[in-house]
């Protein structure tokens, strides 16, 4: 430890242990940084002015900050460290940065509103909300968002409407939530800002792979956000923000005629596990 890191870290006795200790670690880590990496006047220079930049990018409906947390992998990090659970739980995904309030919609609602409904390929998105045991969760709620056909979510697109692509959907007695929409495909993130700046920098392409975004939230259970993939999206291995998992991978299948559709249509099914509050490794597994 040098005397500089050493004086630093010994100011630091603020009210709040947790924050002592967060701002302990970060000094730490950032004072060896500087010591590996040597940077000199001009680039330290350079990083403090992309930070400032990805502040100005930031507005009600973007949020540049979290956009470089996904591409670095960071917030998947974060979402990993805190979203242990049984083994059957549905895994946590990274929220992203464009989630907004979704209208309320009666099950088998189209979420679809807009002119890509005429250009997609019509989908059945349907499953169940359930315990880790297996127990529906009747009322749970589903928080639904994804982008059209070309890649857009309604905040980024003005010809989409307010709500367009979101919904907000109650189980019913059975846990069974369903819901038609188009198939979504993949996308670029925004690459207008700094984080198109750094992947750049890095040789990294923007593409995330074609997904549906999940929030649910169950009394009495931990809320979960997670995504849904479309099993043989080139993506899947190289996602711009690290969020697939293996366990989050739905195959589109012919739909089956059950959902009332009009024409053909693909189907994707996805259950959903939630943990219980509460839930810790030592009262799953007592001594």
Known sequence: M??????VLSQIDGPDP?????????????HAFVEETRPTPEEWLAG????????????PDRDEFIL????LGLTSAVDDVNNAGPANMTPSSVEGPFHSPAPERKLGDWISTGPERERGVPTVVHGRVLDCDGTPLAGAVVDLW???DTGLYDTQDDSQDTGNLRGLFTTDADGLYWFRTIRPSSYPVPTDGTGGTLLR??????MRPAHLHYRVTAGGHRPLITHVFLAGDPYLESDAAYAVKEELVREPRPGAGEWGM??????????????????????????
């Open 2 to 7: 040098t005397p500089l890191l050493r004086q």
């Open 146 to 148: 994804q982008a059209n």
């Open 262 to 287: 009009d024409g053909p249509y693909e189907e994707i099914e996805f259950d959903v596990r939630l943990v219980p509050l509460g839930w810790t490794e030592e009262r799953a597994n007592p001594a």
């Open 48 to 59: 403090l002015a992309f930070l400032v930049e990805t502040g100005k990018m930031c507005t």
């Open 18 to 30: 947790r924050v002592n200790e967060v701002v302990a670690a970060l000094v730490s880590h950032l």
């Open 68 to 71: 470089l947390s996904d591409m």
């Open 201 to 206: 920098a890095i040789g990294r392409h923007p």
